[in-house]
């Protein structure tokens, strides 16, 4: 999109003005630098486009603290009015109620032999109820109350499988679903049932790359009877397997629809239910499952990365091993978060907006797993669990700093030098943060910024601060000030960056001041 032009050259200076919306395109890691749309950016770093504005991305607060290791899983027990949130201690091998906030107390379970967990929720006439797996432990069933190992002499008991080998659970169709342990197998109980004799299918007969399960999960559909669900399955090779039906035991009610071949999955927590939709992280992107059917595997646009797909295989290649990759939703602030694992304490999250299909990315926060209790965020961290992207626009009372750099842009005149010599960006703010901009010419993607400091300074209440002394707090506030830079080239491309704590940040725009020369000079 070309730039506003609101004046035109003063005569005798040939100088121009012209205004650069905000990138709410968002980070594009996929096309050339000289071919970028002019609404995108080269770097988008806690900053999160939005249809009008890029904003700064929300704080994290400490929710629970006293764990000793790092949170590999969330659990949240959903029981009728009942709502529970559950940590488990890479660690301590235990599992916490962090239901509330502040110093956790004594571990609700003990002695587990790994922290990798998954779980569903299931109501039946009994009760609601909980089921968690992880491969290596007994399952656990949890009614709200108590948490009981489940093996073929519990109460409830499941027979006709080794328990421990469960590692994925799902509830399909009233009926818990497990997939065993590097094999091809799915087990399956009696209908509205938490315990039994588990039944199995047994897909090496379908699955002709052979392997094992990584995940299940389902997909929701029109067959052109309304509405239908789907079991879909997906193997460690990258095929997808998708049954429709009810009850696996009768052929008159239950079906094969089809084997599809996608890269390889990342990691076991690779799918997450969006909508009417299944999303499955691959090595091909992160795909939608309506899209990715009915698509060739080499077209990469079904992909909802594919506008930062060169940036998703990167991490993929480099991080693919690592644990804490997960796709997960924040449906109140319109946000598809994919979190990446670079390494413990420094992974980041890339972050659509599920509204535009935009991409940023966000650090400084070192989340491990993710899940919403009470529709709203939180994280496993180091020891803690954390309360993330909230309005305290704040990481537990320190800066949150942001970079971005837009597309590189021609103003309109290919060809022609340019010596650029000031910015206003176009902020809105609830304060006093640092801000800076800059500009970088001819496709240097290097940040030629310093690094910016932030000291926050209290706002008051009226009736406690005194008039003309204290710092009083307000409302989205406009923050236009003009600052100096130096560029000369054909094109120029904004760098913003920001320091601040408790403060929210609006960037609507950039004002740009530069003289034209002529081709050549």
């Known amino acids: 999109m070309r730039p506003r032009r609101y004046s035109q050259p003063v005569q005798g200076t040939r100088t121009s003005v012209d205004s650069v919306p905000a990138p709410v395109g968002g ?12 609404m995108d950016a080269v770097t988008l770093t806690n900053l999160f486009p939005t249809p009008t504005s890029v904003n700064l991305r929300g704080g994290s607060t400490n929710w629970a603290t006293g764990m ?5 899983s969330l659990f949240v027990y959903n029981g009728g009015a009942t709502q529970k949130m559950y940590a488990v201690d890479g660690t301590a091998r235990s599992i916490y109620d962090v239901t509330t906030a502040g110093a956790v107390g004594a571990a609700k379970v003990t002695g587990l032999t790994n922290a990798l967990w998954e779980y569903t929720n299931v109501a039946t006439s009994g009760g609601n109820y909980m089921y968690c797996v992880n491969g290596f432990d007994k399952p656990l069933l949890f009614d709200g109350t108590t948490w009981t190992p489940i093996d073929g002499a519990s109460t409830p008991a499941i027979t006709g499988v080794t328990t421990t080998g469960l590692n994925d659970v799902l509830l399909f169709k009233n009926r818990v679903w497990f997939t065993e342990k590097n094999t091809l197998k799915l087990w399956y109980l009696p209908t509205l049932s938490i315990g039994g004799a588990a039944q199995y299918i047994d897909l090496r007969s379908v699955a002709r790359k052979g392997g094992y399960v990584v995940a ?4 929701t559909t029109d067959a052109g009877f309304g509405l239908d669900d789907m079991l879909v399955i997906i193997t460690n090779n990258g095929e997808v397997i998708i049954y429709r039906g009810t009850d696996p035991a009768s052929a008159a009610t239950w079906a094969l629809v089809g084997v599809w071949q996608f890269g390889a999955p990342v990691t076991n927590r690779c799918t997450l239910k969006w909508g009417g ?8 992107g992160l795909l939608p499952l309506s899209a990715a059917l009915q698509s060739d595997r080499l077209d990469p646009r079904v992909a909802l990365s594919d506008k930062i797909q060169n940036a998703i295989s990167l991490a993929s290649s480099t991080y693919g091993t690592n644990t804490g990759w997960q796709i ?11 979190n990446v694992p670079i390494s413990v304490g420094s992974q980041q999250q890339y972050v659509m907006n599920t509204i535009t299909k935009s991409w940023c990315n966000f650090t400084g926060m070192p989340a491990n797993c993710w899940d919403l209790f009470g529709d709203l965020p939180y994280y496993g961290g180091n020891g803690v669990v954390v309360r993330a992207l909230d309005t305290t626009y704040a990481d537990n009372n320190t800066n949150i700093n942001t970079i971005g750099q837009q597309a590189f ?7 022609i030098v340019k010596y650029f010599t000031r910015l206003r960006p176009a902020v809105l703010s609830s304060g006093f943060p640092t801000v800076s901009v800059g500009i970088n010419v001819d496709f240097n993607t290097i940040f030629t910024g310093t690094p910016l400091s932030f000291t926050p300074t209290s706002s008051l209440k009226w009736g406690i601060g005194l008039w003309g002394i204290s710092t009083w707090g307000h409302g989205l506030m406009p923050n236009n000030n003009w600052q100096g830079c130096t560029g000369i080239g054909y094109c120029g491309s904004i760098q913003f960056a920001s320091a601040s704590s408790g403060i929210e940040i609006q960037w609507a725009s950039t004002d740009v001041v530069y003289q034209a020369g002529w081709a050549g000079i």
């Open 27 to 38: 980070w594009n890691a996929r096309d050339a630098l000289a071919n970028m749309e002019q």
């Open 277 to 284: 939709d299944l999303l499955v992280n691959t090595l091909d």
């Open 409 to 415: 842009n021609y103003f309109g005149q290919r060809g």
């Open 216 to 219: 299940i999960d389902v997909w």
């Open 68 to 72: 000793t290791g790092q949170i590999q």
């Open 328 to 338: 997960f939703s924040y449906p109140a602030d319109n946000m598809l978060i994919l």
